[in-house]
T-cell receptor, first 115, second 111 residues
Framework: AQTVTQSQPEMSVQEAETVTLSCTYD???????LFWYKQPPSRQMILVIR??????QNATENRFSVNFQKAAKSFSLKISDSQLGDAAMYFC????????????FGKGTKLSVKP | DAGVIQSPRHEVTEMGQEVTLRCKPI?????LFWYRQTMMRGLELLIY????????DSGMPEDRFSAKMPNASFSTLKIQPSEPRDSAVYFC?????????FGPGTRLTVL
């Protein structure tokens, strides 16, 4: 079965600073999607950003960007100019290569933002 | 668009009772997923459907759990009989085969 590893159970960042959340995964596929989801205390799962594996350019959405290293199977999320509202659980979720439409979720990283 | 709709938002029941959770996916989406989230086990996929057909139910814990999707706009997850260890937040999500859009979840407490 495909595995996803988020090695940082908890992270902390000062408001306005930059933080990077790491994620590594295992897949035998060559073309797939990867996602980062955010779950604030409200518990709503919110899509943050997506990356297509065949695209070399790293995805960017406003203050959120990824560092996608396909050969290393690494997919980190960078949050710039951190805001208090960024405090949440962040889940890395690559597509399950053996099961179209399905995603494999990591255990999550809890991000705290200090004012 | 209303997004994925789940009901109820909260459910408290006693051990042994039947519990039914409901989900309305985003119109036009052809994939529907049921997840369970607990502190201990994180987010677990229970079952998912494509075009109303169950594709993978290997995550369903045991025979007490069943899920149906009678049409493209409605799905249920039933637990019978419920047990205290079933207490969790249950999410429904839908997609067109790429990113998934989640409902607000149902917090289930089994006493």
């Amino acid at each position: 079965a495909q595995t996803v590893t988020q090695s940082q159970p908890e992270m902390s960042v000062q408001e306005a600073e930059t933080v990077t959340l790491s994620c590594t995964y295992d897949t035998s596929e060559s073309d797939y999607y990867l996602f980062w989801y955010k779950q604030p205390p409200s518990r709503q799962m919110i899509l943050v950003i997506r990356q297509e594996a065949y695209k070399q350019q790293n995805a960017t959405e406003n203050r959120f960007s990824v560092n996608f290293q396909k050969a290393a199977k690494s997919f980190s999320l960078k949050i710039s100019d951190s805001q208090l509202g960024d405090a949440a659980m962040y889940f890395c979720a690559p597509e399950d290569g053996g099961s179209q439409g399905n995603l494999i979720f990591g255990k999550g990283t809890k991000l705290s933002v200090k004012p | 668009d209303a997004g994925v709709i789940q009901s109820p938002r909260h459910e408290v029941t006693e051990m042994g009772q039947e519990v039914t959770l409901r989900c309305k996916p985003i119109s036009g989406h052809d994939y529907l997923f049921w997840y369970r989230q607990t502190m201990m086990r994180g987010l677990e996929l229970l079952i998912y459907f494509n075009n109303n057909v169950p594709i993978d139910d290997s995550g369903m814990p045991e025979d007490r759990f069943s899920a149906k999707m009678p049409n493209a706009s409605f799905s249920t997850l039933k637990i019978q009989p419920s047990e205290p260890r079933d207490s969790a937040v249950y999410f429904c999500a839908s997609s067109l085969g790429i990113e998934q859009f989640f409902g607000p979840g149902t917090r289930l407490t089994v006493l």
